[in-house]
């Protein structure tokens, strides 16, 4: 090692900072689209089992359409597609980047989300539902009040699986310019111009994201063996 050049592990301190701040986009990102595919999955996962043709087919073909599309293409779509900025009352409001990734992702984790709710309310015994109507409740009445509750249970494991996959697909934002953990990585490897740090940047990257999803795979597990006891 030549006098004066720091170590590896030295250049991994200093920069931690900023590849944390990376990181913590990174969360941020998964967080708000899970959240977003929660709630719009649901609804398409429920309009799936509709009574209404058009409804159905409709939540049908987005679900599988969305869910069999490469999550790397939504994101160039979204980031092509949507406008740059919009107008509300004539001030210009900017749409950042991050927000556009975050809705590519949302939109393929919704479809994902979908078909676990859909089969989520096809597990219950239909049983339930007409012992729902029995008491004269009404189909939305038995769904809400009945049946979506007990699908709680059945899909808290796999929810848990899927934000993990959607956690580990946000580094895919820096391809489309989102300044995240990859960005940093790569901002780090040229400041540095160093070609042995290649190999323990990226290894420090994957470090964070094991210690940050391998404890939701832990639970998980453990919410299924719970679940399943309780079954």
Not at 10 to 22: D, E, H, R
Request: charged fraction near 10%; hydrophobic fraction near 55%; charge should be positive.
């Amino acid at each position: 090692m030549s006098a004066g050049k720091e170590t590896i592990l030295a250049v991994l301190v200093n920069w931690t900072p900023y590849i944390l701040k990376g990181f913590a986009i990174n969360v941020f990102i998964s967080i708000v689209s899970m959240a977003l595919a929660t709630v719009l999955g649901v609804v398409v996962g429920v309009g799936q089992i509709s009574t209404n043709r058009a409804v159905r087919s409709v939540c049908w073909a987005f679900t599988n359409f969305f869910r069999n599309a490469p999550w790397l293409v939504l994101l160039f779509y979204c980031m092509l597609l949507l406008p740059f900025q919009f107008r509300v009352g004539g001030v210009a409001v900017a749409i950042p980047d991050w927000a556009k990734a975050t809705l590519g992702i949302a939109i393929a984790a919704a479809a994902n989300m979908s078909d676990l709710v859909r089969g989520a309310i096809q597990s219950i015994p239909t049983g339930q539902w007409e012992s729902a109507e029995s008491l004269a409740f009404t189909r939305r009445q038995t769904l809400f009040l009945v049946i979506l509750p007990q699908c709680i249970k059945r899909l808290l494991p796999p929810w848990m699986n899927l934000y993990a996959l959607v956690m580990v697909s946000t580094p895919l934002c820096a391809i489309v310019g989102v300044n995240e953990i990859m960005t940093v990585a790569a901002d780090i490897l040229a400041a540095n111009t160093r070609h042995d740090l290649l190999i323990p940047v990226y290894f420090y990257i994957l470090l964070l994201f094991f210690f940050y999803c391998y404890p939701i795979a832990r639970m998980t597990q453990r919410l299924e063996r719970r679940f399943a006891v309780i079954g």
